[in-house]
T-cell receptor
Framework: GAGVSQSPSNKVTEKGKDVELRCDPI?????LYWYRQSLGQGLEFLIY????????KSGLPSDRFSAERTGGSVSTLTIQRTQQEDSAVYLC?????????????????FGDGTRLSIL | GQQLNQSPQSMFIQEGEDVSMNCTSS?????WLWYKQDPGEGPVLLIA?????ELTSNGRLTAQFGITRKDSFLNISASIPSDVGIYFC????????????FGQGTILTVHP
């Protein structure tokens, strides 16, 4: 498709289980981002990929959270031993690299997110 | 860390009225963006601003990048019911390239 695709759209799981969330960025976009949005809140940055490397993972809240990207395309966000406070919408965005601007990429385009509920 | 203060938190207006919302930051940004989010969907980009002092329009939307690089506003003229949603400002750049720092959002309700 033309936009950022995320799966699953909804995930309900029990506390303590591991979950994997998937993001397919827009074709050709080298930059990929994960954000988390709690109910009624703004988006909170988690991790940024440029290609397959993650130069900024400062937003990952704990070592239970990890992410990888392979082939410069699909990314997976993994949450181990889920806790109730992990319940949120997890959003993925992608953008192309703007070589004309230092410390900036082209605007980020978002998927519709995965709504994660931990029971 | 960097924080964005977005105001107002919510607005209730009549169809046809103009709307204004703004964001201020404790730190400078190289890029300001405004997004709209509808329920169950991801944020959709409305306007991107790249230069201090820049004023950009997109239809009924107008946004400005503050001259100090620490603030931005978004105006919506002649509001219509489909303008309903949550509007977010976001800043990019400075010391941490790539990531966006978001405001808390402005919930807009438009009464027909």
């Amino acid at each position: 498709g033309a936009g950022v695709s995320q799966s699953p759209s909804n995930k309900v799981t029990e506390k303590g289980k591991d979950v994997e969330l998937r993001c397919d960025p827009i074709s050709g976009h080298t930059a990929l981002y994960w954000y988390r949005q709690s109910l009624g809140q703004g988006l909170e940055f988690l991790i940024y990929f440029q290609g397959n490397s993650a130069p900024d993972k400062s937003g990952l809240p704990s070592d239970r959270f990890s992410a990888e990207r392979t082939g410069g395309s699909v990314s997976t966000l993994t949450i181990q031993r889920t806790q109730q406070e992990d319940s949120a919408v997890y959003l993925c965005a992608s953008s192309s690299l703007d070589r004309g601007r230092i410390y900036s990429n082209q605007p980020q385009h978002f998927g519709d997110g995965t709504r994660l509920s931990i029971l | 860390g960097q924080q964005l203060n977005q105001s107002p938190q919510s607005m209730f207006i009549q169809e046809g009225e103009d709307v204004s919302m703004n964001c201020t930051s404790s730190s400078i940004f190289n890029t300001w963006l405004w997004y709209k989010q509808d329920p169950g969907e991801g944020p959709v980009l409305l306007i991107a601003l790249y230069k201090a002092g820049e004023l950009t329009s997109n239809g009924r939307l107008t946004a400005q990048f503050g001259i100090t690089r620490k603030d931005s506003f978004l105006n919506i003229s002649a509001s219509i019911p489909s303008d309903v949603g949550i509007y977010f400002c976001a800043g990019q750049g400075g010391t941490s390239y790539g990531k966006l720092t978001f405001g808390q959002g402005t919930i807009l309700t438009v009464h027909p």
